[in-house]
């Protein structure tokens, strides 16, 4: 699959340009169920993650989602899990992973950013979501594995 469409004339056609309201085709052609947040942001939930569609850049000109983990460890925790974030980091292109230390609990993301400057096609976002999900969700289960205490730790779909 491309991102550029190429036309009769062997010359690329120009795709369209990235917004925000183009996440809303894409999403709902994939049959997720999405959710506006305050900024305008398009977010879904799936069992232990939730996922936000951005457009990011001055010009609108960077393709971001970043997923977050349902559970929160504790911030006893932040030395191992910087240790298996980094195994991840490591052996995984994507979603590159990070984790931010809060008052007493840790949050853990994922992402995938792509310049997409020159356009996008709607197939390439769709396989672009379809990757985000399903690598995300990869690397939950691959925390939720390394860390078997887990599921002790706060979780914030039981809230």
Partial sequence: MTMFN????????KPEPFTKERWDAVLTSLEINFA???DG??????????????????NNDLM???????VRPPIESYDFMVEALNSWNRD????KASVVRGEE???VFGDLVIDIE??????FLRQQVRCMVGTSGQFYEFLTETFPES???FRLGSE
Avoid: C, I, K, Y
């Fill in 36 to 38: 506006l947040d305050d």
């Fill in 118 to 123: 020159t356009g996008v096609s709607d197939d």
């Fill in 105 to 107: 609990q840790l949050g």
């Fill in 151 to 153: 599921s002790g730790w």
């Fill in 6 to 13: 190429w036309g009769s004339t062997g010359q690329p056609e």
């Fill in 64 to 70: 971001a989602m970043r997923s977050m983990w349902d």
């Fill in 92 to 95: 995984h292109f994507w979603p």
């Fill in 41 to 58: 942001d398009r977010f879904a939930d799936w069992e232990n993650m939730r996922v936000w569609f951005l457009v990011e850049g001055n």
